[in-house]
């Protein structure tokens, strides 16, 4: 099987696939003060908690937007996996052409996604990710990746009006029973909520007029599920877009022969 992991700056995610099928996942907290022994632990009893072992695993693919992890993760691999990972980024074969000013800046999820994204749909696309940050990335129809925004994440968001506005408390983000709150907390949850949804319809909505296509727009994270059904422009959530991604590159890197 294929153990492919995705470090984001919040959470941490693992996909375990047999073949094109994914099997199982698992989200833990991104934990920069962690050991590569103490993930081996932790991934150890999800394996087991879930009827896998670690000789199951023949292959690991991995991307981080957390340098520090990175090279815990890769000993953890060497170490406990006897396995070499496939890490993301530069040398990796994505088959998809970057049109960045400096391709090495665009985080390794942001590419991940663009992959698993245009070979599911074969179209142009804006694919939303709402993680710690919220990037929107433009695939045109040829298949290349064009750029896009990073916005603060909702969380974050939310964290700052807690901590900056000494009389509003941390609140829970849910979606309120109204926009029109009676209280401080359905106020602020009105507040971050809407306001969240506003801002994604409006960068969509102007990454397509500059694309000058019509892109199909997907969404996946964490939140994806809570923010897209107010939109009036996503048009789906593909949750295991950025697992899907991994999986995707892998294949490719292990049969290289038709990936530029």
């Known amino acids: 099987m294929l153990l492919v992991i995705d470090v984001g700056n919040s959470n941490t995610v693992l996909g375990l696939y047999d073949g094109e099928h994914l099997v199982r996942d698992w989200r833990i907290a991104t934990d920069t003060a962690k050991t590569a022994d103490e993930y081996a632990v932790l991934i150890r009893e999800l394996f087991s908690f879930s009827g896998y072992r670690y000789d199951e695993v023949r292959d690991i ?44 800046e665009v985080g390794a999820d942001r590419i991940v996604n663009a992959v698993a994204g245009f ?73 971050i909520y809407y306001g969240y949804v506003g801002m994604v319809d409006e960068i969509v909505s102007r990454m397509k007029l500059e694309s000058r296509e019509n892109p199909r727009v997907i969404a996946t994270g964490g939140l994806a599920a809570l923010i897209a059904p107010e939109t009036k422009t996503i048009e789906e959530v593909h949750e295991y877009l950025t697992l899907e991604g991994l999986r995707i590159l892998y294949e490719r890197n292990v049969r290289p022969s038709s990936v530029p």
């Open 119 to 191: 070979e599911r749909y074969g179209t142009a696309l804006i694919i939303v990710d709402f993680g710690t940050a919220t990037t929107f990335d433009l695939v045109n129809a040829k298949g290349q990746y064009c750029g896009g925004v990073i916005a603060p994440g909702i969380m974050i968001s939310a964290e700052a009006l807690f901590q900056k506005a000494s009389k509003l408390p941390r609140i829970e983000v849910v979606k309120p029973p109204s926009i029109i709150a009676k209280n401080t907390v359905g106020a602020m949850q009105a507040g």
């Open 61 to 104: 693919i991995l991307s981080s937007v957390v340098p520090a992890l990175t090279g815990v993760l890769e000993r953890l691999a060497v170490s406990y996996f006897n396995l070499k990972p496939y890490i993301v980024g530069p040398g990796i074969k994505t088959g998809m052409s970057i049109q960045y000013e400096n391709p090495k």
